[in-house]
């Protein structure tokens, strides 16, 4: 009996000329190309968004959707019935119906850190043009207006303190940048340890409202989740100091920007801004923003990974991800796995490699209503014996165990609840 080896992130694969993939949002020409080599079947549209990408979902229906910026909801996952796996060609995954996925077993996988380094670059972009005013200057050139004693009060950013919120690769990014501008370094995370700060070379706050009364910067760097929902609020904003700079290139959700619209006004503190809560998908739209209006506001078009560099590398992830499902039956970056099992026992069965021998163990579960949660079957040198490590959510009885060992290639059965082991 041959098998995949399955964990919790393994489908069963495919043959590649079986493989149809949507991509339904702007891509590195050279990621289509290397797709299509696999033998999968590709249709690429960049413009498809809203009902007209639930239209082409139904049509091409595809066993992968790639996306970047597009919102994918329940109802295109239910257009599909072989969509199995969704990749974000970024990082950030909240354009996605997480639950709708989990709920049809739909894997979401993205790209983490290949962006880091342009929305890094794009941050330090906003933060000195937030000290020089450099837009505003811009302007004013191209207005034919010269007013250099205006633009002549910058407070400069090298001895100054930089606060920087969220440590994941982005904010990495950011702090080494922030050591080559001589800026201090104070950070905040939740992972946050001293000694992975001492690592940094940077001082850990106790929590976000220390962080922002200290820094004359603030950079953020968060995913946009529940938990993260306007964590910069007016709390925030009201500790930090006048006359200092907020950059956001993370997600607009995890800023109450009404808070930030009206403080930052009273406090002169400057806003760059690459991320906006409402922002449209992608494409060219009309956006009408307060925020992004004000004077004090130096803003660009959520822009930060759109880098050449940045896009080759997100291809190149994209296409081991979408390699390693068709070759392999894996899903590498999946971000929708369960982190809190409802499992009760780990049943462990060594067996001989033959036809039968789980279905056998499986059939005894079912007639005692035992559910199994997950499993994995690792399999011995020579493919003469393998080894199903099965999490249950209950604990099979002694008559279960004793039935399936009526089998003779079961070579034994170990059940361990919790840490007590109670059968073998």
Not at 80 to 85: A, D, Q
Not at 156 to 173: A, H, N, Q, S, Y
């Amino acid at each position: 009996m041959q098998h995949d080896t399955l964990d919790s992130n393994t489908c069963t694969s495919m043959p590649t000329e079986q493989i149809n993939i949507l991509l339904a949002d702007a891509f590195a020409p050279s990621g289509v190309d290397t797709l299509a080599s696999f033998g999968c079947n590709i249709s690429h549209d960049s413009s498809l968004q809203g009902d007209a990408l639930r239209i082409a979902i139904r049509e091409h229906n595809p066993a992968v959707l790639i996306v970047r910026s597009t919102v994918v909801t329940e109802e295109m996952m239910d257009a599909s019935e072989h969509l199995t796996v969704i990749i974000r060609a970024g990082a950030g995954y909240d354009t996605i119906d997480i639950q709708a996925a989990s709920a049809r077993g739909i894997y979401i996988a993205n790209c983490p850190g290949k962006n880091a380094i342009a929305v890094a670059e794009l941050t330090w972009g906003l933060i000195l043009s937030c000290d020089r005013k450099i837009p505003s200057q811009c302007a004013e050139l191209v207005s034919g207006r010269w007013d250099k004693k205006k633009y002549s009060k910058a407070n400069g950013l090298f001895g100054r303190t930089i606060g920087v919120v969220g440590i994941g690769g982005i904010g990495k990014e950011v702090i080494a940048r922030a050591h080559a501008f001589g800026m201090n370094v104070v950070a905040w995370s939740r992972s946050l340890t001293t000694e992975k700060a001492n690592e940094l070379g940077v001082t850990c706050a106790d929590n976000l409202l220390s962080l922002a009364a200290v820094s004359d910067v603030v950079s953020v760097h968060l995913a946009s989740t529940s938990e993260t929902d306007k964590i910069i609020n007016a709390d925030f904003f009201n500790e930090m100091k006048s006359g200092s700079i907020f950059v956001n290139t993370s997600r607009g959700k995890v800023v109450d920007e009404k808070a930030l619209h009206e403080i930052a006004g009273r406090k002169s503190i400057t806003v760059g801004l690459d991320v906006y809560e409402n922002e449209p998908s992608s494409g060219e739209k009309v956006f009408t923003s307060t925020l992004a209006g004000a004077p004090f506001v130096f803003g660009t078009h959520h822009i930060g990974a759109s880098t050449s560099q940045a896009q080759e590398a997100i291809a190149d992830e994209v296409v081991r991800v979408v390699a390693a499902f068709t070759q392999e039956g894996r899903v590498l970056n999946c971000v929708n796995l369960n982190t809190d099992s409802n499992a009760k026992a780990l049943l462990c069965v060594r067996h001989k490699n033959l036809p039968g021998v789980l279905a056998h163990v499986f059939d005894e579960l079912s007639l005692a209503h035992v559910n199994v949660e997950e499993m994995d079957n690792i399999m011995y040198s020579g493919n003469q014996a393998a080894c199903a490590r099965i999490q249950l959510d209950a604990l099979p009885s002694a008559s279960v165990i004793a039935a399936m060992k009526t089998n003779n290639n079961i070579l034994s059965i170990t059940v361990t609840s919790q840490n007590e082991e109670i059968q073998k």
